[in-house]
């Protein structure tokens, strides 16, 4: 496959994935009524808008998402990024960690009304989508369930 198919196809997938999560956002009914901007809930609990890092197991874990950009953040949010996977095993020889990178588009969706936070929205679903090489067995595309609130 060229390099232009590659990017063609790419390109087609995304626009499929922002169709199904506009029509998914619309099909949910009428926003809330909310007067700050929709959230990424961090790792503390704390809102995050437009964040550059997001770290997805809220530990240290072995997934990380860094150089997020975002194209557009309302009740959907799209942007770019590195998923950086820690592919050490945890021993006394592991030594530091040792990260891969994948290139990412990222989409935030299915906002919601954030409990205990009256008038502020969240993101309950995380879609990325892989745009170069990716770990091996993953689907081009995953799509992760994220916490109304810190993991204990």
């Known amino acids: 496959m060229t390099f232009t198919r590659a990017r063609a196809v790419l390109a087609a997938g995304l626009i499929a ?3 199904t999560v506009t029509v998914t956002v619309l099909a949910a009914g ?3 009524a909310a007067t700050s901007p929709t959230a990424l809930v961090g790792c503390q609990g704390q809102a995050l808008v437009r964040p550059a890092v997001y770290d ?24 770019s990024g590195i998923l950086r ?20 588009l990222a989409v935030l969706w ?15 679903k995380l879609t990325w ?13 995953q799509t992760f369930t994220l916490p109304d609130a810190a993991q204990p």
């Open 17 to 19: 994935v922002a169709a």
């Open 30 to 32: 009428p926003a809330s």
């Open 56 to 79: 997805i197991g809220c530990m240290p874990s072995s997934e990380l998402v860094t150089n997020l950009s975002w194209v557009s953040w309302s009740s959907v949010a799209f942007g």
């Open 85 to 104: 996977v820690n592919n050490c095993t945890p021993s006394a020889s592991c030594g530091p960690s040792n990260y891969t990178k994948y290139p990412i």
């Open 110 to 124: 299915g906002a919601k009304p954030w409990p205990h936070h009256q008038g502020r929205d969240y993101f309950s």
């Open 129 to 141: 989508i892989f745009t170069g090489t990716r770990p091996a067995q993953s689907p081009v595309t």
